[in-house]
């Protein structure tokens, strides 16, 4: 994870969603209901729970499918279905998108058998950012100033800090606004040597979310934690 699919997938949603009548984007996630996720779609595409005199909660699978079918009908729809882990996710539900005009599904996934779903030219494997790219990414998280410019006596441990991140987006942009509000080098050493200790133990996008968990105060600690307690 981290490496930017969410948000290149919700970026393209937001600019192309104005072309299709019917739109709805979905996090599935790891756990998840079928029925559950037929009615946020069903609410997303424009759903009007006064057009029937059963109430969605009432409905059943059949019934949401149905439904999906009916408000899709000679429609162009852009669905986007976000963290999917399993192929069955697709297969539960793409009966209900029969008959679609010029319709796009999307999916985004960590794993290779859930993206064999699409085809080869269908199938977008994005690649951790070269090290240009990532500097300039966490320069413009870390340095405030004009430009976003990386002061010359930060460039050492900043590059060294970048290479950790190892070209991951979300690790870039987390430790660059941790650093942002600390401009003493010494901070920033002592930053990369807990890294490197984190390092050892995690991922590269999990040790630094340790990293930035443990710079909160104990009072936000505690609020993440109670937020932690919610399904996703």
């Not at 050493?189 to 340790?210: C, F, G, K, M, P």
Request: proline share 3%; with cysteine; hydrophobic share 40%.
């Amino acid at each position: 994870g981290g490496i930017g699919k969410t948000t290149l997938v919700s970026n393209v949603y937001e600019r192309e969603k104005v072309n299709f009548p019917a739109h709805a984007r979905i996090v599935v996630s790891q756990i998840y209901t079928l029925d559950a996720l037929l009615r946020k779609l069903l609410w997303k595409i424009g759903y009007k729970e006064q057009q029937l005199s059963a109430g969605i909660d009432k409905m059943d699978i059949h019934d949401l499918k149905e439904e999906i079918k009916k408000i899709l009908k000679n429609s162009k729809c852009l669905i986007v279905l976000d963290d999917v882990w399993e192929q069955n996710v697709y297969f539960q539900i793409h009966d209900a998108f029969q008959n679609l005009l010029a319709s796009r599904i999307i999916i985004t996934t960590r794993k290779d058998h859930v993206a064999a779903l699409a085809s080869s030219t269908h199938h977008l494997e994005l690649q951790p950012l070269g090290k240009p790219d990532a500097f300039e990414l966490f320069c413009r998280r870390a340095f405030y100033n004009k430009g976003h410019k990386c002061p010359k006596e930060f460039e050492t441990i900043a590059t060294s800090i970048v290479d950790r991140c190892h070209g991951l987006p979300l690790a870039i942009v987390t430790i660059g606004s941790l650093l942002s509000s600390r401009p003493q080098i010494e901070v920033w050493n002592h930053t990369y040597n807990q890294l490197r200790s984190e390092l050892s133990n995690n991922d590269h996008v999990r040790a630094i979310l340790n990293l930035s968990y443990h710079d909160l105060s104990g009072d936000l600690r505690n609020c993440f934690l109670y937020c932690a307690l919610f399904p996703e």
